[in-house]
């Protein structure tokens, strides 16, 4: 078993999140210019491997793609075009930033600190992750690897 990597995914950059190579604990990574993510990625990967990639997917209220899916799409072909062995999951990500300010107030972060837009996609990503690892979706993927 190796690391997770999990991508909140925005226009300008996004939050990364990354298990430990057990894949016990998920913990918020940094955050990288959307232009920059794949580079980052490959030499992340060289660096300390990564089994596979989540990838949150924005969903309106009903489960529906939002919005910004029209951005997200693209980012991701480009991902799987520049690194076709790795593989790419996609995981619900509705709430995720309302957590992220809710466990900055919850821990509490000063409000200066709670306005840096990078270290609420991190958190964003870290949930994201958190959220894969305790779902059946990564039951059925760890079934499957066996």
């Known amino acids: 078993m190796g690391r997770i990597l999990a991508i909140d995914y925005g226009r300008k950059r996004c939050g990364i999140a990354v298990t430990d190579p057990l894949r016990i ?65 996609s995981f619900d990500e509705r709430f995720t930033s309302v957590l992220a300010h809710r466990a900055m107030l919850d821990g509490g972060l000063p409000k200066m600190a709670r306005r840096d837009k990078a270290l609420v996609d991190e958190m964003s990503a870290t949930i994201i992750l958190n959220d894969f690892l305790a779902s059946r979706q990564y039951q059925d993927i760890l079934n499957n690897e066996k």
């Open 25 to 89: 604990v998920a913990s918020g990574l940094t955050t990288v210019p959307s232009a920059q993510l794949v580079d980052f990625i490959r030499r992340y990967r060289e660096a300390n491997g990564i089994d596979f990639i989540v990838v949150g997917e924005p969903r309106d209220m009903h489960g529906n793609p939002s919005e910004s899916t029209r951005y997200l799409r693209p980012a991701m072909a480009a991902l799987r075009k520049a690194i076709p062995d790795i593989g790419l999951v």
